[in-house]
């Protein structure tokens, strides 16, 4: 499944109508905001049909498993919009995000803690927002900038003393090459998961934390937390992912590259790409071995040389926020 899927749900009590843009769509909230009334519609329809008093429109099927044997009716569901409750506890294994990964459904889970089996979008976790008997999905973390996250939406300068980064690969490479002689470390954590344990253990450094927001919901939460006792000592900034970022630069020129990074819905298939960011990487791999003489040529492993030049890594750190103090402290 591919492209931004429009559900409206409603009975005589209660109307939802939201848009899903990616395979994994988190909703969260205490009780009483309306995610078990809509649990709940969905799954009397999937019992019932039209006789539960409940009309859907969508283009897809909606479907709630309601299956004890959630292992065995997962297999019979294809292209279709799947809603899992959150007192499902298999949503936190390893077992279930193996047996969603590569197929072609969206997944709603209703769950209020991260799941951190599950690489899904810090812009796609939502809260439900009531007025009468009329619901909607509202985001609940927007981006100030950037890409810059914080509890306190309006702070957007950054200083920092290190950048800090999820992995060792062509990203960590660029940045520690770029910030050089900035006078300011780039470290990495090892992964996602590990930005939170390493931001505990080094409480008193300046720390710029970038990695990728297509992959980032389930640690969101608790950094950002984190950020909050100790706001002058960590920033947050989550683009997409550093594949998008080079896209993003116009270094590489295609011809669709534009509508293909303005509607990136209509172009990631759900059963090949787990996450947006293995979308972003692939795609960059492809059109960037057709450049001429390889010139741009991409590689995950080890960052091209051309991207170090300091025209195109300008070009690259245009959506990455710095201070001007740390540009000018750059070129010397």
Same mark, same amino acid.
């Given at each position: 499944?591919?492209?931004?899927?429009?559900?409206?749900?409603s009975?005589?009590s209660?109307?939802f109508?939201?848009?899903?843009?990616?395979n994994?769509?988190?909703?969260?909230?205490?009780s009483?905001?309306?995610?078990?009334t809509l649990?709940?519609?969905?799954?009397?329809?999937?019992?019932?049909?039209s006789k539960s008093?409940?009309?859907?429109s969508?283009?897809?099927?909606? !479907?709630a498993?309601v299956?004890?044997?959630?292992?065995?009716q997962?297999?019979?569901?294809?292209?279709s919009?799947v809603f899992?409750?959150?007192?499902?506890?298999f949503?936190v294994t390893?077992e279930?995000?193996?047996a969603?990964?590569?197929?072609?459904?969206?997944? !709603?889970i209703?769950?209020?803690e991260g799941?951190?089996?599950?690489p899904y979008?810090?812009?796609? #976790?939502?809260? #439900?927002?009531?007025?009468g008997?009329f619901h909607?999905?509202e985001?609940?973390f927007?981006?100030?900038?950037k890409?810059?996250?914080?509890k306190?939406?309006?702070r957007k300068?950054?200083? +920092?003393?290190?950048?800090?980064t999820?992995?060792?690969?062509?990203g960590y490479?660029?940045?520690?090459?770029?910030?050089?002689?900035?006078g300011i470390c780039?470290e990495t954590a090892?992964?996602?998961?590990a930005? %939170?344990?390493?931001?505990?253990?080094h409480p008193n450094k !300046?720390?710029l934390v970038?990695?990728?927001?297509?992959a +980032?919901?389930s640690?969101i939460?608790?950094?950002?937390k984190?950020?909050a006792t100790?706001?002058d000592?960590?920033?947050?900034?989550?683009?997409?992912? +550093?594949?998008?970022l080079?896209?993003k630069?116009?270094?590489i020129?295609?011809?669709n590259l534009h509508?293909v990074?303005?509607n990136p819905?209509e172009?990631i298939?759900?059963?090949k790409y +787990?996450?947006?960011?293995?979308f %972003?990487?692939?795609?960059l791999?492809?059109?960037?071995?057709?450049i001429?003489?390889?010139?741009f040529?991409y590689?995950k492993?080890?960052i091209?040389?051309?991207?170090?030049?300091?025209?195109n890594?300008?070009?690259?750190?245009?959506?990455?926020?710095l201070?001007?103090?740390?540009k000018l402290?750059?070129k010397g």
């Amino acid at each position: 499944m591919k492209g931004i899927q429009h559900v409206e749900v409603s009975n005589r009590s209660a109307q939802f109508k939201f848009d899903l843009y990616r395979n994994i769509t988190i909703v969260r909230g205490d009780s009483g905001t309306g995610k078990t009334t809509l649990y709940n519609m969905i799954a009397d329809y999937t019992r019932l049909g039209s006789k539960s008093g409940v009309n859907i429109s969508s283009k897809k099927s909606c !479907v709630a498993l309601v299956d004890l044997d959630w292992k065995n009716q997962l297999k019979q569901i294809t292209d279709s919009i799947v809603f899992i409750d959150e007192g499902s506890d298999f949503i936190v294994t390893k077992e279930f995000a193996k047996a969603i990964k590569g197929t072609d459904n969206y997944y !709603v889970i209703f769950n209020r803690e991260g799941l951190h089996e599950l690489p899904y979008s810090v812009e796609e #976790i939502y809260e #439900i927002k009531t007025s009468g008997r009329f619901h909607k999905f509202e985001k609940i973390f927007k981006a100030a900038g950037k890409h810059v996250y914080s509890k306190n939406r309006s702070r957007k300068k950054l200083k +920092f003393d290190i950048l800090l980064t999820e992995d060792s690969n062509s990203g960590y490479q660029f940045f520690n090459r770029y910030l050089k002689e900035s006078g300011i470390c780039c470290e990495t954590a090892g992964s996602n998961s590990a930005i %939170f344990k390493w931001l505990l253990s080094h409480p008193n450094k !300046v720390v710029l934390v970038v990695a990728d927001g297509a992959a +980032f919901g389930s640690e969101i939460d608790r950094v950002l937390k984190l950020q909050a006792t100790h706001p002058d000592f960590i920033s947050v900034c989550l683009p997409e992912s +550093f594949e998008w970022l080079i896209l993003k630069s116009g270094l590489i020129k295609v011809s669709n590259l534009h509508d293909v990074l303005e509607n990136p819905s209509e172009y990631i298939e759900s059963k090949k790409y +787990f996450s947006w960011e293995n979308f %972003f990487e692939d795609y960059l791999i492809k059109i960037s071995s057709n450049i001429v003489n390889g010139k741009f040529q991409y590689k995950k492993s080890k960052i091209n040389d051309a991207y170090l030049i300091e025209v195109n890594s300008n070009k690259i750190m245009e959506e990455i926020p710095l201070e001007r103090n740390m540009k000018l402290l750059k070129k010397g």
